[in-house]
């Protein structure tokens, strides 16, 4: 079968587990597609080859939980392709979150490709180290779980879950993160971090312009931000390899331990949904 995944990966979390997912597939004879359209030249559906979406029997999605949600450019991005997708085209879901609340994300992503009759075959979350973590990832839980989970697809025929049932699943949040979720989005907005850029330090090196998953960087002798666009992931501080973006990263520890105050940590951190 050809299998298409797409994801977006500010961090390269859900990069490592898309990648963990394509050699689990590949072992077991299936072609394996990766589009991580947080990449120039993917970041609109326009950009890629429709083939790559026509000729999927297979979907794989992934992202990110960020504050509690999936991340917006996924969102749009599936909105305007799914309609390109053979009607035969099945599909399965995955995210990685930090461990406090994987929220709405899969809930929210299945009510999306329910409107666009994508029917769905499981889905998959992973509990993932925050950026300042420098563990190895996946670590051998996390093959486990994904190893797990293609067997589970497999064991199931690849068969669809009724939407109703879908919906039971991904319903799975405490009481605390369901209001919770309704107030992340101002939270995140009051806690973004600035964003600046040494004009000294900077080589011009370009790197932090290609990695940045929105696309949200131009070098105009140094890095220029476009703050609409910005995601606020701080992967551009985290790669200048000059630290030239000056940015105080290490306050991430801090709203994580209050987060963790108020809504403790998820269990069970990994889960299948099948
Ligand atoms: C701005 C921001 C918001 C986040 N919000 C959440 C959250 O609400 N719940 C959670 O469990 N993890 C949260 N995380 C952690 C990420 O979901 C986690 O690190 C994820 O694996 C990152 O994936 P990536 O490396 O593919 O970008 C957040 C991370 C960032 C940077
Ligand atoms: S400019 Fe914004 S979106 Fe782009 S890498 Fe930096 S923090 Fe992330
Ligand atoms: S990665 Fe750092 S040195 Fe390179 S262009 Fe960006 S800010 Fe400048």
Known sequence: MNILLLFISPGNTTAKVSRA??????????????LNIGRPGNRTYTEVDPEIFQSADIIGIGGPVFH????????????????????????????????????????????????????????????APHFYNRMVYPDLDALLVIDRFISGLEKNDYRPIEPLRLRELFSYQSPKVKIAYYLAEIVGESRKLPITFDANRCKGCQRCVAECPVGALRLYGIPVR???????????????PSQAVICPTEKVAEMVKTNVKLLGWEQPRNEIFL
Not at 21 to 34: C, I, S, W
Not at 77 to 102: D, E, Q, R, W
């Open 226 to 240: 476009d703050k609409k666009k910005c995601l606020y992931c701080y992967h551009c501080a985290i790669v200048c």
């Open 21 to 34: 997912l394509a050699e689990r597939f590949e072992e077991n004879g299936h072609t394996v597609t990766l």
């Open 68 to 127: 509690l949600r999936n991340l917006p450019p996924l969102e749009a991005f599936l909105s305007n392709m799914l309609p390109l997708l053979n009607p035969l085209t099945k599909a399965f879901l995955y995210v990685t979150y930090g461990g406090i609340s994987s929220g709405k994300a899969l809930l929210n992503l299945s009510e999306l490709l329910d409107r666009f009759h994508v029917p769905i075959m499981g889905a998959v979350k992973l509990w």
